[in-house]
């Protein structure tokens, strides 16, 4: 299992922050892979979330499964395909306008043995590039 994390500070409230991230609608903006996202179900636990687009050349539709709802402080989901991927964030309020993010993703890139190292390389590069324009998009709307 591949672990990548990421830290970012945003200038924006940490319910901003958290309304942003837990919705599918925004995902678009900020995950340079995800060309549309939507949702099954209320929000919270067990929510699905279906995003489509492409990573490491292939074309994909995601499903992922909320399995962490704590507003506003944490989030995550899984996903079991194309390769089983789990990702945790983690909010911290440091003041009224500004909000501390860390995000963990881990991914089992073992159905990937003669490419693992490429797509390593490229799940880090897309989680930083969606770390960097979760912060714009946050400071931007905030």
Known sequence: ????????????????????LVS???????VPFVST?????EPGIDR????????LGIRMDVEQTVDT?????????????????????DLSEVDSATTDITAVIEADLDRFP????????TVKRQFRKSADALVELLERTA
Request: hydrophobic share 40%.
């Open 48 to 55: 699905v979330q279906v995003v489509s687009g492409s990573l």
């Open 24 to 30: 599918a609608e925004h995902a678009p903006e900020w």
């Open 69 to 89: 709802w704590e507003p506003p402080n944490h989030f995550g989901w899984t996903a079991p395909d194309p390769f089983p991927v789990r990702l945790r964030v």
């Open 37 to 41: 996202a939507t949702t099954r179900g």
């Open 114 to 121: 003669v490419g693992r190292r490429i797509a390593a390389r």
């Open 1 to 20: 299992m591949e672990r990548f994390e990421e830290q970012r500070r945003a200038e924006a409230p940490i319910r901003h922050v958290w309304d942003i």
